[in-house]
């Protein structure tokens, strides 16, 4: 294709055989790409992948797939926590943006942290503000944890 652009291929085959064998409740991490905007940046042919990609991570319970009624893309819902006993937080996170989902074990002890914001000023000078979590799993679960986390600051 002209421009640079290449034929999209929204979801793998790896990706979807993982959603198809999740079920209600399995508590999961979805690593996904997002738009973002950076301010301050250096014009430069090739902008550094800083400037371009960011890498977010949502972790919860695994509640479904959702199709939006406007323009009908697919969603993976996320349980964040329990408002009241009839009530949830759910994060949606359209299924085209999703890089990997990682299943954790009933035993897994998982905290999450949601709704802060970081501001990263990199050495360039160019800015990001991203909105940040973090998933801490017991011992036997940390090579995987450091795998995620790996991946979500390797956007250099």
Same mark, same amino acid.
């Given at each position: ?6 034929? /999209?291929?929204? $979801?793998?085959? /790896?990706? /979807?055989?993982?959603?198809? &064998?999740? &079920?209600?409740?399995?508590?999961? +991490?979805? $690593? ?36 939006? *009624? ?6 993976? $819902?996320?349980?964040?926590? +329990?408002?009241?006993?009839? #009530?949830?937080?759910? *994060?949606?996170?359209? $299924?085209?943006?999703?890089? *990997? ?26 800015? &990001? *503000? ?12 940390? #090579? ?5 986390? #790996?991946?979500? #600051?390797?956007?250099?």
């Amino acid at each position: 294709m002209s421009n640079g652009i290449q034929r /999209a291929n929204f $979801l793998s085959e /790896a990706i /979807a055989d993982k959603i198809s &064998k999740l &079920k209600k409740g399995d508590n999961i +991490s979805v $690593l996904w790409i997002d738009a973002s905007q950076c301010r301050n940046v250096p014009m430069k042919p090739k902008l550094s992948n800083h400037n371009v990609e960011t890498t977010c991570m949502s972790s919860g319970w695994f509640y479904g797939i959702q199709s939006g *009624e406007v323009h009908h893309d697919q969603f993976i $819902l996320i349980v964040k926590g +329990s408002v009241d006993g009839d #009530r949830i937080s759910v *994060e949606s996170v359209p $299924l085209c943006l999703v890089k *990997e989902i990682d299943v954790f074990k009933k035993t897994e002890l998982m905290s999450i942290v949601n709704g802060h914001k970081t501001r990263i000023r990199y050495s360039d000078g160019s800015v &990001k *503000e991203v909105l940040g979590g973090t998933l801490v799993v017991d011992h036997d679960s940390q #090579r995987k944890r450091n795998r995620i986390e #790996r991946k979500r #600051r390797n956007q250099d």
